[in-house]
């Protein structure tokens, strides 16, 4: 036994101690983030919540001029079955003085054959300012512009949807959704 | 006040016995029984021992409820309508705590408010200031998280707006805001985590309430002068029964508005809509948080501009959790060294002009942005027109008969018109607001900071017992 192989009790070694305390504190942390991963996770949506997040509508039901409304997964949409004038109001916009400028065949979705039904529009249910119900033809009150009116804060969209007055930033976003047959959409999330 | 003396003598072998062991009576005595207490604090310092009793009959009545309460979007409205009628006395429990709700914001605003005119968050207050400032959060969270348990229009509504806001925020955004709802909505999963949480929170608020009234004990509370304790014997009162007593007359007169509202007018503080079932096809015209959260909802909505990149609605989320931000750097911001406004001249006025602000934008809160406080001019109708060849156009019309007229020729023509009200200028609940939030961000982040260093205070008394005999003015002659 020589001098060299023994430590003196008191004699500590620093920096051995710092690598085990950066080592603990590593593998604390990390375990600690694991455990913490699905306690955070387990509120983002369900797997049942996300599979009802589409729905097929049968449009034919739609009176001309008026609309429905449909919820998927708790979201509002809207499908309006437009008179011919209301179609041509939304045409003949002058696109370029909008606030979030879209063209009306922007907001429609071709059918299989690659034509559109401008007649039906389908677009979000929910004011893009802070997600207030707009109220439509039937509610009453169809807006300055003649789509909807949100009562929460004032904005009013016109046949197209779009955002044309008040604090709303954009139109009501079109949701995507595909023409199963001609009178059924199907609505996705 | 931390290092007194403990004057706790245990008498019976049973008191020895636990002393030596866990010192929970010794505790207790040192807190709230023989603790010195400034001897001038007026009944403004009786709020804290109010809000106390608020929080336990928040969780008293709280409890009791969640017995009957049914977490459940098909159910919840239906649990709270069998609450009110059948469940024995649920009515009154339930409005004990729905009023109860009510009554803990509007005593922990004169709280906040005392703390601001005596200077209670300056050194050495900081972390009880901070502490309190974590309370207030926790409590604005249990009362919106509770708004929605009923599952009327306004707590759907109510609570979509506020998830909403989260939306704003770049990036994280909206992957936050559907981490809250679980779901691409507020649908029943929002509504079962929303009560754990309401159920837990005000667990929490008592924990917090533990340090902050550790966080009190440490310096001892501040007083009217602002001027810290010097002699024990002659500035301070033991706790009880000098203030035990006062805390007590305040606590039952407080009470006893608190029975008014609860018998009298329970619903005076709510919105009738909430108690429509939820239905998300169905917005209510005007969506307006609890009356303790309008100025915050005043401030959100007080911002109308973009500043460079950030919208208007990035902003107004902003300028509203800033709002409350600001609260936690109070201590940092006011640089006077005297604590108690009563010594402030100035800045009392600048103080009273804050707590008239926050009355109004409570007002602007509560009422539609764009209608007029004052109106300069007549409404007058515009109609605007395409006419047949394509021409844009539009017409102001004072009466409606003409507007009309006007308007059926040019589609009669062809044409397409419509008509709409055209307000005439005015000034706006939206102006006030914009000009009340820069007074609510100027107060805390210009006028303190500045005023502590021009301002010329009045004369502090010398100590706490001077001021209590009257001689913080230069000594009158004796009266007798």
Not at chain 1, 124 to 152: E, F, R
């Amino acid at each position: 036994m020589s001098d060299s192989n023994t430590t003196a009790p008191e004699q500590v070694d620093e920096e051995r101690r710092d690598f085990i305390h950066i080592a603990a504190i590593a593998a604390t942390a990390g375990g600690a983030g694991l455990v913490a991963y699905p306690l955070v996770d387990q509120m983002n949506a369900a797997g049942d919540t996300k599979a009802a997040s589409s729905l097929e509508v049968d449009i034919s039901k739609i009176p001309l001029g008026g609309e429905i409304r449909v919820l998927i997964g708790g979201k509002p949409f809207f499908l309006r079955h437009r008179t011919p004038e209301e179609v041509a109001a939304a045409v003949n916009t002058d696109v370029a003085k909008l606030p979030d400028p879209e063209t009306d065949e922007d907001r429609l979705v071709a059918r299989s054959d690659g034509t559109y039904n401008p007649a039906i529009l389908v677009t979000s249910g929910a004011c893009t300012h802070l997600g207030c119900v707009p109220v439509g033809p039937a509610q009453g009150s169809v807006g300055d512009y003649g789509g909807w009116y949100c009562p929460c804060h004032g904005s009013h969209y016109d046949t197209s949807g779009r955002i044309r007055k008040g604090p709303a930033p954009t139109n009501l976003p079109v949701p995507e959704y595909e023409w199963v047959s001609p009178t059924l959409v199907k609505i996705s999330l | 006040m931390s290092g007194h003396e403990s004057t706790y003598e245990p008498k019976t072998g049973i008191e020895k016995w636990l002393d030596s062991r866990l010192p929970i009576i010794r505790l207790a005595h040192d807190s709230f029984v023989d603790f010195p207490t400034p001897k001038n604090l007026n009944y403004w310092y009786t709020f804290g021992g109010i809000l106390a009793i608020c929080l336990a009959i928040q969780i008293i009545t709280g409890v009791v409820l969640a017995m009957h309460y049914t977490a459940d979007i098909d159910q919840a409205f239906g649990s709270v309508e069998r609450i009110m009628r059948d469940v024995p006395y649920g009515w009154l429990i339930r409005n004990v705590h729905m009023v109860g709700a009510s009554m803990f914001f509007l005593a922990v605003y004169v709280h906040m408010f005392r703390g601001l005119y005596y200077g209670s968050y300056k050194a050495p207050r900081e972390v009880l200031w901070l502490l309190g400032c974590i309370i207030y959060l926790l409590m604005m969270a249990t009362a919106f998280l509770g708004y929605m348990l009923p599952w009327g229009q306004m707590s759907l509504h109510g609570a979509n707006v506020i998830i909403n806001l989260f939306g704003a925020i770049p990036l994280v955004g909206e992957p936050i805001q559907s981490w809250l709802m679980g779901g691409p909505s507020v649908g029943n999963q929002t509504l079962q985590r929303f009560f754990s949480l309401h159920y837990l929170l005000p667990f929490m608020i008592a924990g917090v309430v533990i340090l902050h009234i550790w966080a009190l004990h440490v310096p001892g509370n501040n007083n009217p002068t602002g001027v810290e304790v010097q002699d024990v014997e002659k500035d301070t009162v033991p706790f009880h029964p000098y203030y035990t007593v006062k805390d007590g007359f305040a606590i039952v007169v407080f009470l006893i508005i608190f029975a008014v509202f609860v018998f009298y007018a329970p619903n005076v503080l709510g919105h009738a809509d909430n108690y429509i079932e939820a239905n998300p096809l169905v917005t209510p015209a005007h969506i307006v948080p609890e009356w303790y959260l309008l100025p915050f909802y005043a401030i959100l909505r007080a911002i109308t501009f973009n500043i460079g990149p950030m919208d208007a609605k990035l902003l107004g989320v902003i300028a509203m959790f800033g709002a409350i931000a600001v609260l936690f750097l109070l201590p940092w911001l006011d640089t006077s060294k005297v604590k108690s406004m009563r010594y402030r001249p100035v800045a009392k006025q600048f103080f009273f002009g804050f707590v008239v602000a926050c009355l109004l934008l409570g007002w602007c809160g509560a009422s539609n942005p764009d209608n007029a406080i004052i109106s300069m001019g007549e409404d007058k109708l515009l109609v605007t027109y395409t006419d047949a060849a394509g021409l844009e156009g539009q017409r102001t019309f004072e009466d409606y008969a003409p507007a009309a007229q006007f308007r059926d020729e040019q589609v009669a023509a062809g044409g397409v018109a419509a008509m709409a009200i055209q307000k005439a200028p005015a000034f706006t609940f939206k102006i006030l607001s914009q000009i009340l939030t820069a007074y609510y961000f100027a107060f805390f982040l210009l006028i303190l900071p500045i005023l502590g260093l021009r301002e010329r205070p009045k004369g502090e008394p010398d100590s706490i017992h001077h001021s209590v005999l009257g001689h913080d003015a230069p000594a009158a002659a004796p009266a007798e």
